[in-house]
């Protein structure tokens, strides 16, 4: 006969515990038990959770039964391994419970205290980076600027004094050419326009 160490569901409905036994591997899971051995309530405390006759664990898993998941979990717990070797218990994990809606309600309440008072602080903190941005920055666009004669010159007028030499240029051509400047503008005036 196979013997698994399993759990009997007792107690009513919402409110059910488990009886830890010792039964046939063909039998019912609330059905023919072999030995009752301990009781597992997960309403209780996490020490009086899980219940079990230690000895007579280690004698079924010694005679070969083979423990559920479950149960194996729970051995651990007490502090039996697979085998009925005594080990260090396994602690129960910490539930954390939610707090009330008004404990809710007051941390939202604090949360938004907190960053509407961060906000002018880091306002306070970006105006002198931002000063610094701009007074680093400045010298940069200047130079990056055409002189202010350029930018007073409309588009036309850059075109127009690009493709014409420059003054200076222009009355050292006109000497070397041998004729006088205001001699040229007067004969184009006259001319007429065609």
């Not at 080990?87 to 954390?96: M, S, V």
């Not at 906000?119 to 200047?142: G, I, L, V």
């Not at 409309?154 to 006088?180: F, I, K, L, M, N």
Request: hydrophobic letters at 35%.
């Amino acid at each position: 006969m196979a013997v698994r160490i399993r759990l009997k569901r007792m107690g009513r409905r919402n409110r059910a515990f488990w009886r830890i036994c010792a039964t046939d591997k063909r039998a019912a899971r609330d059905g023919r038990v072999i030995e009752e051995i301990g009781s597992y309530d997960p309403e209780a405390r996490n020490k009086d959770k899980v219940r079990i006759k230690r000895d007579r664990v280690c004698h079924w898993l010694k005679v070969g039964a083979l423990p559920s998941e479950t149960v194996e979990q729970l051995m651990l717990h007490v502090g039996i391994d697979r085998r009925g070797n005594e080990i260090e218990p396994r602690p129960w994990r910490k539930r954390k419970t939610p707090p009330p809606a008004a404990a809710k309600r007051i941390e939202k309440e604090k949360a938004k205290e907190k960053a509407e008072a961060a906000k002018p602080a880091e306002a306070e903190a970006e105006q002198p980076a931002k000063a610094e941005a701009a007074a680093d920055a400045a010298p940069e666009a200047q130079a990056d600027q055409p002189p202010k004669q350029e930018l007073e010159a409309g588009p036309s007028e850059q075109a127009e004094t690009a493709d014409e030499p420059a003054p200076d240029e222009a009355a050292e051509e006109q000497e070397a050419a041998g004729t006088d400047a205001p001699e040229d503008d007067a004969a184009q005036e006259e001319k007429p326009a065609e």
